[in-house]
């Protein structure tokens, strides 16, 4: 009987160890499995958005509720950066106004403080590629960090509803500014207008060249907070109440001195600097070269750039010397302005602050720098939309 009662003690040692395992092995699971979920949910709330910097650096961008957090590895402490938040119930989306190949721009009313204003509220398609997501953060960080000013779109607030991020934006009324230009072309649009009042267009030479003065202010302003554009065009001006431009698309802007691209994308060829095109450099003075050719679309009321000329061409021709001609209605002025911004050697090109200066005295001097009169065989600047796309 003596002996029976350790093997009896034994197995309950025994029990009593499988039954802590177990429990042990259970109360695990379960937290792995709710760890699962808070992380699943946490995932839904949140999207992370990866870039590799100029300086090589990995960036990662996370948005939640009102704030950007940037991590710059190898750097560990994250800077975040704060966003007006918009609530969800308060975006009233009314029409679609733009549509890209991975992005659309639909027209709302949202309600800011209190008050109902009329926005521009920036999201992705669904199929949006990596890249395009982390354009997207980029022009949310840029916005963020440039903060208020007469000539750029600012920046009303954000929204983040089920894993995807919506950019609230000025609403600008006349759209963009390439659109606005073309649709001036009364010779077109209203011929017996244009024959009545002897003119070409429904806008001024003073309202084209403060369209002008408009976008070297706002560039300056950037340039000044070492923001580079890199897609400089009338497409990415919108024109806004009282016809005021304002520089939009920040979506491929970077806030370094110079930016080395290392993946080739969509390219803006017309208008991009010699050594951009040759060595993916940018530079704002390569946004100034993008300038010059914003200039001349203005002059030739939203002509096509080197119209009838392929991309091949211009990688050939243009570190040969070759440029745009001199639209027949331009001033020798204006003219020799755009010819700076093409100087082959970047250091050569006026800076923003030049640009914007001389522009100002032109429009004071109350002279008809771009002369919008008919005149014998009067043709408009070619527009190929197809060229364009490259």
């Known amino acids: 009987l003596g002996v029976g009662r350790p093997m009896a003690e034994d197995h309950q040692l025994l029990w009593a160890v499988v039954g802590s395992v177990g429990v042990t092995c259970v109360t695990i699971l379960l937290a792995l499995l709710v760890l699962f979920y808070i992380r699943k949910s946490i995932v839904k709330r949140r999207r992370t958005f990866t870039y590799q910097s100029g300086s090589g650096e990995e960036t990662i961008l996370q948005f939640n509720s009102g704030t950007l957090t940037l991590t710059r590895r190898p750097k560990p402490t994250p800077e975040p950066l704060t966003y007006p938040i918009l609530d969800w119930e308060d975006i009233k989306f009314e029409d679609v106004i733009g549509e890209g190949n991975f992005g659309q721009v639909i027209k709302a009313m949202i309600k800011k403080d209190g008050t109902k204003i009329s926005a521009a509220i920036k999201m992705l398609k669904e199929f949006a590629s990596e890249n395009d997501h982390r354009d997207f953060a980029g022009e949310l960080e840029v916005l963020c960090k440039l903060g208020q000013h007469p000539n750029i779109i600012n920046l009303l607030g954000a929204c983040e509803n089920r894993g995807y991020l919506y950019i609230a934006i000025e609403y600008a009324p006349y759209g963009n500014l390439l659109d606005f230009l073309r649709k001036s072309r009364v010779l077109e649009t209203d011929p017996a207008f244009a024959k009545e009042h002897g003119t070409a267009s429904t806008l001024t030479s003073q309202q084209l060249l403060q369209f002008a003065v408009d976008v070297a202010t706002g560039m300056h302003y950037l340039s000044d ?25 920040f979506g491929l802007s970077r806030g370094e001195e110079v930016y080395v691209k290392k993946t080739m994308g969509r390219l803006p060829v017309r208008w991009m600097a010699i050594e951009s095109l040759n060595y993916s450099v940018y530079t704002t003075k390569s946004d100034v070269w993008s300038f010059g050719v914003l200039l001349w679309e203005i002059v030739s009321l939203g002509g096509t750039p080197y119209c009838g000329m392929t991309c091949a061409e211009l990688y050939e021709k243009l570190p040969q010397g070759y440029r745009m001609e001199k639209p027949r209605n331009c001033d020798d002025e204006v003219y020799e302005l755009m010819r700076q911004c093409w100087r082959d050697r970047p250091y050569e090109r006026p800076p923003f602050s030049q640009i914007s200066v001389q522009l100002n005295r032109m429009q004071e001097a109350r002279k008809a720098y771009v002369n919008m009169a008919l005149f014998e065989n009067f043709t408009y600047a070619g527009i190929d939309a197809t060229a364009e796309e490259a």
């Open 225 to 249: 907070k070492q923001f580079i554009h890199r897609d400089l065009a009338a497409r990415n001006v919108l024109v806004g109440e009282n016809l005021v431009a304002k520089i939009a698309d």
